[in-house]
């Protein structure tokens, strides 16, 4: 994978970015950023980056594939669920609950990766 930085990096990036965008809505979009978005919804593709990246150089193979896989079987879990269970399946509802779930879950993940990281590459 080629990248012009080291994993540490892109986790500073990924973090500096989600600081970013959250001050830029603060202060420049306050009254007319859309409601139904949030920062971490757009700066999550810098943590899928980062994701990638630190597996890469650390273990030499790239998690983000089984991570996102892991993604749409969540999603097809969360489909049965509001279908079968639920008995109520709103399309706008279910794309809202799985792009949070997979947006909380790749910020665990990229916390996770880059402490485990952390503690492997630190001697």
């Avoid at 830029?24 to 009254?31: C, D, G, H, L, S």
């Avoid at 899928?48 to 999603?75: C, D, K, N, Q």
């Amino acid at each position: 994978m080629l990248t012009l930085f080291n994993w540490p990096v892109t986790v500073f990036i990924a973090i500096i970015l989600l600081i970013v965008l959250w001050i830029i809505k603060q202060v420049f979009f306050q009254n007319n950023w859309p409601k139904n978005i949030k920062v971490t919804d757009i700066a999550v593709f810098f943590a899928w980056w980062s994701i990638a990246v630190t597996t890469f150089e650390v273990w030499h193979i790239i998690m983000l594939a089984p991570m996102l896989l892991m993604f749409v079987v969540w999603g097809i879990a969360l489909a049965l669920y509001q279908g079968f269970v639920r008995e109520n399946f709103e399309t706008r509802r279910f794309w809202l609950i799985w792009w949070r779930i997979s947006t909380l879950a790749s910020y665990v993940v990229l916390i996770g990766i880059s402490a485990f990281a952390y503690f492997i590459t630190r001697t």
